[in-house]
């Protein structure tokens, strides 16, 4: 339903295709970070070239897909997107599945650019320093981040932290945010 919604008001007006909103989202940011396959498919069938738009973050339809775990949508995205496309903060669409642990995304965009595992962001973050420093490091995600390339287990930040040293300094923000304040003085 939808689908023919966007199609009639494209029909009616065709210049609502290059429309942004306040945060300079358009059409294609929207249907991507909400998992509409079959918009962003329409969308890319009309205007390719909206997949390189940036939001005001410097965000990318295909950054808003990964880090919502729209795998579907990443796939259909790849084909007209700079999958090396970085936003405000250096990080990829990689980074942001990492980030929220979407293991299907991860996998999809590593077979397209393997050599994304050990690119950092402006703080030094790899995909695997992020995904622990989110707290998404299942198992699986490890094993997908480290496993086509070990040394990222020991790629540091700026602060020189490496992952496990994240994860240390997770825990113990994790104890000390369950844990009642102790007094000091007894």
Known sequence: MDVEIVALLLEKSPSLIDTVDDRKWNALHIAASEGF???VTQLLDRKPSLAQARNCYRQSPLHLAAENGH???VKALLSVSDITAKNLA???ALHYAAEQGHEAVITTLLACNPDMIRWQNWHGYTPLLA???EGQASES???L???RDPSTLRMVNHLSQSPFHVAVAREERHR???SPA???CG
Do not use: F, M, Y
């Open 37 to 39: 396959a079959a918009i």
């Open 141 to 143: 995600v490890l094993a």
């Open 176 to 178: 000390d945010a369950s």
């Open 71 to 73: 795998d579907d949508v």
């Open 131 to 133: 995904a622990v420093h």
């Open 90 to 92: 250096g990080s990829t």
């Open 182 to 184: 102790e007094n000091e």
């Open 145 to 147: 981040l480290s496993k």
